[in-house]
């Protein structure tokens, strides 16, 4: 897959440019159809399969003090993006100068004079100064400006519209299993293994301190993971939060811990990637060590129960 800043690198590419414009953060059900749908037609048209997705997000221009946390990383959407089928990624630049031009401008500027031949978009896509245009703005200008559009219905889950606003509340309160069924995977963060207090070695249970990029961390708890890590991975019991029974007050940053089942080796400086599949529990202050020594062996066991059953699925 190609990543590109400026539409104009599209200039050698098929002649048929087929393209999806949007945030697209956090690349959900909904996202999804959108690039499949992108990716059939321009397979169909010997075509190119392009995403036009905005960096940074437009509200961190706009109001920076309102913008969301976003879902993933840069390279995480890519990655993504990829792994649909995407031939090419503009991560067009988003500044306050694009967000006050008029819907016609936009289109102006951003997609007739770079020959893009269909646009695909959701049904709720906004663009233009103060969102003033839509669907049906975009496909007037379509026909003036000689592109077709074409509109992907929502997905819904539960009667309710997927979406990344959806999601970054499900994570908010920790409930990973439903944003798993949003996305249409487990919810991930990367990031590298850092030096800790090692207090969870005194306890008997190694954990792996990660240092993370990613914006949206889930609420604080015990959630089982699956860990990857050099091309292998193992089950894990991934605690976020302030680790208060240890301490005996509340550091003022939530820590991402993981104890990786049946692992031994250094991971100091390794690059780890953790799914978040269920929550285990809450996180909470434990009268003594040794209490809380025994509610994680309790938590491994659960855990390994969940290996067993997990590795018969897939069988």
Request: proline residues 4%; aromatic residues 8%.
């Amino acid at each position: 897959m190609q990543v590109v800043t400026d539409l104009k690198q599209l200039a050698g590419t098929p002649a048929y440019p087929v393209m999806a414009i949007g945030v697209f953060d956090g690349v959900h059900r909904g996202h999804q159809q959108i690039l499949q749908t992108v990716v059939a037609r321009a397979r169909e048209s010997s075509g190119t399969a392009a995403v036009l997705s905005f960096r940074p997000h437009p509200q961190k221009v706009i109001a920076s003090g309102q913008a969301p946390l976003l879902l993933q990383t840069f390279a995480q959407k890519a990655a993504m993006f990829e792994s649909l089928g995407i031939d090419v990624f503009v991560q067009y630049p988003f500044s306050r100068e694009l967000s006050l031009l008029s819907p016609e401008d936009f289109v102006l500027q951003v997609i007739h004079s770079n020959g893009i031949r269909e646009i695909h978009v959701g049904g709720n896509f906004r663009f233009g100064h103060m969102r003033q245009g839509d669907f049906d703005t975009l496909s007037e200008l379509g026909t003036r400006f000689g592109f077709r559009v074409f509109k992907t219905e929502s997905v819904y889950f539960r009667k309710e519209r997927i979406s990344s606003t959806r999601i970054r509340t499900a994570l908010r309160k920790g409930q990973v299993a439903l944003a798993k069924r949003l996305l249409g995977r487990p919810y991930e963060l990367t990031g590298n293994v850092v030096r800790g207090a090692q207090r969870g070695a005194g306890l008997g249970f190694a954990t792996a301190n990660l240092a993370t990029n990613n914006e949206l961390i889930p609420a604080n708890g015990v959630y089982a993971t699956r860990v990857h890590l050099n091309g292998s991975s193992y089950v894990g019991a991934t605690n976020i939060g302030h680790r208060p029974t240890v301490h005996g007050y509340s550091e003022p940053l939530p820590t991402v811990e993981t104890h990786l089942l049946d692992y031994s080796g250094n991971l100091y400086g390794q690059a780890l990637r953790l799914e978040f599949c269920f929550r285990l529990r809450d996180e909470k202050r434990f009268s003594s060590l040794e209490v809380l020594k025994q509610q994680i062996k309790m938590d491994v066991h659960r855990l390994r129960r969940y290996a067993r059953k997990a590795l018969e699925h897939e069988e």
